[in-house]
């Protein structure tokens, strides 16, 4: 099995910035894809970044250059750095990851628990 554990949300004013972490562990053999989602009360999941093995990222449009995505493999963590946040940014972050667990295995998907992102008008 694989566990991720979130940090680093939490209340923030429009304008300010905020640090998601995101520590993979477990039964690791490798992992494709980590990145974040996130959602907003009433709202669905959506998208937010994604960080391929090969270090290719995906943004969302609504977050594509405040937003930034990285990844230390060594360490299977993955980083969320969010700048000049607005209110509409206010959500549950999860993170994310596609991984197998033994050679040759199917690819899952693992979610963590989630983290508060709140920004004050």
């Known amino acids: 099995q694989v566990q991720l554990v979130e940090s680093g949300g939490g209340l923030v004013q429009a304008g300010g910035s905020l640090r998601l972490s995101c520590a993979a562990s477990?039964?690791?053999?490798?992992?494709?894809?980590m990145g974040w989602y996130r959602q907003a009360p009433g709202k669905q999941r959506e998208l937010v970044a994604t960080d391929t093995s090969g270090g290719s990222t995906n943004y969302a449009d609504s977050v594509k250059g405040r937003f930034t995505i990285s990844r230390d493999n060594a360490k299977n963590t993955v980083y969320l750095q969010m700048n000049s946040l607005k209110p509409e940014d206010t959500a549950v972050y999860y993170c994310?990851?596609?991984?197998?667990?033994?050679?040759?295995?199917?690819?899952?998907?693992?979610w963590g628990q989630g983290t508060q992102v709140t920004v004050s008008s």
């Open positions: 994310y990851c596609n991984a197998q667990i033994l050679w040759g295995a199917p690819h899952y998907n693992y």
């Open positions: 477990g039964s690791i053999f490798s992992i494709n894809v």
